[in-house]
């Protein structure tokens, strides 16, 4: 297995970031499976990677926080001893007006969301091969806006810029830097979504459905691919034809 090409996927525990780390397994990746909290989900997830017939670890460590993502990669480093695809998934969620949005709700979905793919990323850099590939879940709030997002959309907005600049510079090492931003999909992060308000989303999506996590997934395991290799420092909308 140690001539597999290794992935780590942030929040790789459940929903989005759990779909892209079986996809990958399937894709012959060896997969890391960073969680924050939920351990249990974490090593179900590799459970399931492993299945595979290639190779799993999941990793406890908090994007927000600069060292626990040094010593992330440590620990990959030693396991693995390479690092070729990225996949910077984790995320939060705090919505509110403006208005009535507190400090430590902007800084607790910025410091996730944005920090968390600079913490994260930085890190990793020294063990990404050349020709390897960073995948950054931005979303759709990011390009439009969302009502009750302002911390969010400027996240992953932010999310954006970085991957178009970090395009421009990792070009010369045939590393791919590219974006992924969802639609409405369907996990723990939108459960709460009150009805009326998923009723109004969904009918304004063209297909006529929610996205699933495997949704997402499929488009992140296609720009890891080979057959990715000349497309960088793109924002991907996978979405259903939504557009708020
Ligand atoms: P989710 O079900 O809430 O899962 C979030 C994942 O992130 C969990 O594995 C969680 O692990 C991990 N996580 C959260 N904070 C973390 C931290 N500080 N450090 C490390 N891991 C952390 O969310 P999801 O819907 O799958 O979303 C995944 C990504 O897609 C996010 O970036 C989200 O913004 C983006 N996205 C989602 C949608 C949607 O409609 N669902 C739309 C657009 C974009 P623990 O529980 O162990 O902490």
Redesign the pocket.
């Given at each position: 297995m140690e001539d597999k090409k290794v992935a780590l996927v942030?929040?790789?525990?459940?929903?989005?970031?759990r779909a892209i780390a079986l996809e990958l397994a399937r894709y012959n990746f060896n997969v890391a499976v960073?969680?924050?909290?939920?351990e249990k989900?974490?090593l179900n997830a590799v459970e399931e990677i492993k299945k595979q017939k290639v190779d799993g670890i999941a990793i406890k460590?908090?994007?927000?926080n600069f060292d626990e993502c040094a010593a992330m990669m440590e620990i990959i480093k030693k396991k693995f001893n390479r690092l070729d695809v990225l996949v910077n998934?984790?995320?939060?969620?705090f919505d509110k007006s403006l208005k009535n949005m507190a400090k430590e709700q902007w800084e607790l979905v910025l410091k996730?969301?944005l920090d968390?793919t600079f913490n994260v990323t930085k890190n990793a850099l020294p063990l990404i091969r050349d020709g390897g590939r960073i995948i950054n879940?931005s979303?759709?709030?990011g390009i439009n806006g969302n009502f009750g997002q302002t911390n969010y959309a400027a996240s992953?907005a932010g999310i954006i810029g970085f991957t178009k600049s970090l395009a421009k510079e990792l070009g010369r090492h045939k590393i791919t830097v590219n974006a992924v931003a969802?639609?409405?999909?369907d996990?723990?992060?939108?459960k709460n979504v009150p009805f009326i308000r998923k009723r109004i989303i969904m009918a304004m999506i063209p297909i006529g459905r929610a996205g699933t996590?495997e949704d997402i997934a499929n488009s992140v395991a296609f720009l890891a691919s080979e057959r990715a290799s000349y497309i960088t420092g793109q924002v991907i909308r996978v979405d259903g034809g939504l557009n708020f």
């Open positions: 942030t929040g790789g525990s459940r929903g989005i970031g960073n969680f924050n909290k939920d989900e974490a460590a908090n994007v927000s998934n984790a995320g939060a969620l996730t969301n968390g879940i979303s759709i709030a992953k969802p639609g409405f999909i996990t723990e992060m939108t996590p």
